[in-house]
């Protein structure tokens, strides 16, 4: 019992300095937006324990950017498809029914396609939100720990 309570102490201090926080946040709130559904949590408990970084920020910011990672996919998907200058993916219900009818195997092949579009819409608008976020939240966690620091002494 022991041993597992020294891993969950090990878990909840990792990522703790400022660079630390300041990772964890912002792939938190990143991957909390990734459109690819049912992901997020896989990928964030990998890199969390990969890195050592705060696997409990991490999950609790993708969680609240749930929301968000639904709402932004069809603008993920627009942009990917922009950026690859494709034909815009049909989103009427009727058009995708229509397509799995016709066959099954070409409307999955284009759902997958629809994906790596929202994804590669995903990487054009988050690498450089997730690059100023970083070095913001660094300055200010680095700011806040300063300030605890200087109230204990």
Not at 75 to 97: C, H, M, V
Not at 134 to 149: H, N
């Amino acid at each position: 019992m022991n041993q597992y309570l020294n891993t969950l102490k090990t878990i909840v201090q990792q990522g703790t300095s400022s660079k630390g926080l300041a990772l964890s946040a912002t792939i938190g709130v990143l991957l909390g937006v990734f459109p690819v559904l049912g992901v997020t949590t896989w990928l964030i408990t990998f890199i969390a324990l990969r890195f050592k970084l705060n696997l409990i920020l991490m999950m609790t910011l993708s969680y609240i950017f749930w929301p968000a990672q639904v709402i932004l996919i069809i603008p993920f998907l627009r942009i990917g498809e922009w950026f690859w200058n494709a034909t815009p993916f049909p989103l009427s219900l009727d058009q995708i029914l229509l397509a799995f009818e016709t066959s099954i195997i070409n409307a999955l092949g284009d759902l997958w396609q629809a994906n790596l579009y929202a994804v590669w819409g995903w990487l054009i608008i988050t690498i450089p939100i997730g690059i100023a976020c970083y070095f913001l939240l660094e300055k200010g966690f680095s700011w806040m720990i300063e300030k605890k620091k200087q109230k204990v002494i």
